[in-house]
């Protein structure tokens, strides 16, 4: 049998090896590539303040994970307060990645069946859309701001900080993507009236 | 209204607002709120619905393991694994698409994301495929049909959510998923061998023991992360979120110390990512708790045993898991994620069968990977025909064999329990 790639066998072990390094190249550029390159700069900053609370809670959360195991295993002692920690802040962990996903237009959406829309037509159901994006997620903010004002109240067992600390995560989270959502919803409005204004307009 | 009709209206407006693009999250809201309003519950059910769902601890362990993921993708294991799988495999006939089958097994155990293998091996395996001379719709249907062997492999997402909402052990579930996974990878390698052999496709490399040890050598350490996963799930050493933050740590010595591939800036980003990524599919899950306990208090589960048990009218268990198994490939085809809408309705209905939730779990997993490259959604193909530069139609035709041999698996899986039950049960006694 021949081989395919090459001529003789150290060619195409090179041809194969420098596939191997585009690959990690294609792999690393996935991870690290900046989602907010060439956004404005209110845009970034917003980005990257939330950004960094989830990054701070997510680190906790491996950190605390982690030692709480170790300590267990070396010194025959957990502490008492890492479940809870964890679990508390596992709400922020969630909204900020909401938040972040809004903002950047990547939820987890079905594109199909509205790509089968007529185009004249798409703008209606996207404006829907943006409606019952903010109507749902505001309305989502506003019950969560009843739950965290009836029990945000009560006490952590061992962490001994309100329960609120947690839950309110819900509210602003749910507030803040209803809020992403209105943004991006004006800014395409806007930019299809100007749009069709050049259109009236004949240029 | 009765409580099955409002339920009804709540699954309907959810899919209405799903075929409007509205976002998966915002569906599962309004849905659940519909079905609280009519059901006359109180709204307030929902907020604490979604923080108890949020609180399960076996939860936190997902975005531990997107994060390890991450870690592992951008630190320069990728390439170590391609090499390794083209040392092993590359000499057999169509060799460059059996390294595209295990290097996909190889990804599945450190990465555990099928997207990320298809974005990054595909983009560069496809056209290389293309130069060796495969047709372009086959080197994307096969990367694509390739891509789905990752959840099987732990550590998988799918499965942290099934654990998540099922409350079965995640180290059982990954233990159960790792014979189906391998015997779906060889399947594939099967297909490709009988097409190979009809086509004329060379191999990609010649064997060389000295390569294989070469590649092995520098790809040994990260198969470590596994190794972690599993056996410290297995062993008892850890709870499914130590062995998460263990993998993490290790991925950062592995990436940061031994290969030198990434830096601080690059952590953050990683970090970033993963915080992006499991954060709205942490909601979901608790959305669909919301959704799941509404639905379950209009009786729902009940209608569905009447209803399966309408539709099989012979007493049998291969029969019920079929037509559960059919129910969650329909709505695979739609929905992504699949897991943690769809579970919540079915559990109690798997409950009030006697059903093994272990292997109903590997059934669940292996119709997410059928969703991913059927029609309408066919995230995955749809992704590999836009690689390789090809209609969806022509990789959809082109997928027919390995579409085909999944479908066949999944009715062995059902038939013999046992390929998913048999470790799991070792490891137990």
Not at chain 2, 187 to 193: D, N
Not at chain 2, 382 to 410: E, H, S
């Amino acid at each position: 049998m021949t081989i395919q790639t090459s001529e003789n066998k150290n060619g195409n072990v090179s041809n194969a090896q420098s596939m191997a390094a585009q690959i990690d190249l294609a792999s690393s550029k996935i991870e690290l590539d900046n989602p907010d390159e060439g956004l404005p700069y209110l845009d970034r900053t917003i980005n990257r303040f939330v950004e960094v609370v989830g990054v701070s809670v997510l680190s906790v959360i491996v950190l605390v994970v982690f030692f709480n195991a170790v300590s267990r295993y070396t010194l025959n002692y957990s502490f008492a307060w890492a479940e809870e920690i964890v679990q508390m802040t596992m709400p922020w962990l969630a909204m900020t990645g909401v938040f972040l996903a809004v903002r950047r237009r990547t939820m987890i959406r079905i594109d199909f069946f509205f790509d089968k829309i007529p185009a004249n037509l798409q703008y209606l159901f996207a404006y829907f859309g943006y409606a019952v994006n903010v109507a749902v997620l505001g309305f989502l903010a506003w019950v969560s701001l009843d739950f965290v004002k009836i029990f945000g109240g009560d006490v952590a067992l061992y962490v001994e900080v309100p329960v609120g600390w947690s839950t309110s995560a819900l509210v602003l989270g749910a507030a803040g993507a209803a809020i992403a959502y209105l943004v991006e919803f004006y800014r395409e409005w806007r930019s299809r009236k100007s749009t069709d204004n050049a259109k009236g307009a004949g240029l | 209204m009765t409580p099955l009709l409002g339920a009804g209206l709540s699954i309907l407006i959810l899919c209405i607002f799903l075929v409007l693009r509205i976002p998966m999250l915002v569906s599962l809201s309004a849905a659940a709120f519909l079905n609280f309003y009519l059901s006359g519950a109180w709204a307030l059910t929902m907020p604490q619905t979604i923080m108890s769902g949020l609180g399960r601890f076996v939860l936190i362990a997902l975005p531990l393991f997107v994060l390890a993921g991450g870690i592992m993708n951008a630190g320069g294991i990728s390439g170590r694994l391609f090499d390794f799988a083209r040392a092993i495999v590359g000499s057999l006939r169509g060799g460059l698409a059996h390294v595209n089958v295990v290097t996909s097994m190889f990804f599945g155990g450190m990465i555990g994301s099928s997207t990320a293998d298809l974005a990054a091996t595909g983009s560069i395996v496809i056209p290389a495929m293309k130069e060796n001379k495969y047709p372009a719709d086959f080197s994307a249907a096969l990367t694509a049909s390739s891509s789905g062997i990752g959840p099987m492999i732990p550590p998988s997402s799918p499965m942290i959510l099934y654990s998540a909402v099922t409350g079965v052990s995640l180290g059982a579930l990954f233990l159960a998923g790792l014979i189906p996974g391998l015997l779906l990878a060889l399947s594939q390698m099967l297909i490709i061998a009988f097409l190979a052999r009809k086509r004329g496709w060379l191999p990609y490399a010649a064997f060389s023991l000295h390569e294989v040890w070469y590649a092995g050598k520098r790809a040994i350490l990260s198969f470590g992360m596994p190794l972690i996963i599993v056996g410290g799930l297995v062993l008892g050493i850890f709870t499914p979120s130590e062995a998460g933050s263990f993998a993490v740590v290790y991925g950062l010595v592995l990436a940061m110390l031994v290969h030198r591939a990434l830096t601080l800036s690059g952590l953050y980003r990683v970090l970033a990512n993963a915080v992006q990524l499991s954060g709205e599919l942490l909601i979901i899950v608790g959305l669909s708790f919301a959704l799941g306990a509404g639905l379950t208090n209009a009786h729902v589960p009940e209608f569905l045993v009447q209803f399966i048990d309408l539709v099989v009218v012979h007493d049998s268990e291969f029969l019920r898991i079929l037509a559960l198994v059919l129910l969650a490939i329909l709505a695979g085809m739609i929905l992504d994620p699949l897991i943690p809408v769809l579970l919540p309705i079915i559990l109690p209905t798997l409950i009030a069968y006697d059903i093994d939730l272990i292997h109903f779990g590997v059934l669940m997993v292996i119709a997410v990977v059928i969703g991913q490259v059927t029609p309408p959604m066919a995230i995955a193909l749809i992704i590999a025909g836009k690689i390789a530069d090809v209609d969806q139609i022509k990789v959809l035709k082109a997928n027919t064999p390995f579409l085909l041999g999944i479908i066949a698996f999944m009715l062995f899986a059902i038939a013999v329990p046992v390929v998913a039950t048999w470790l799991p049960n070792l490891m137990r006694n």
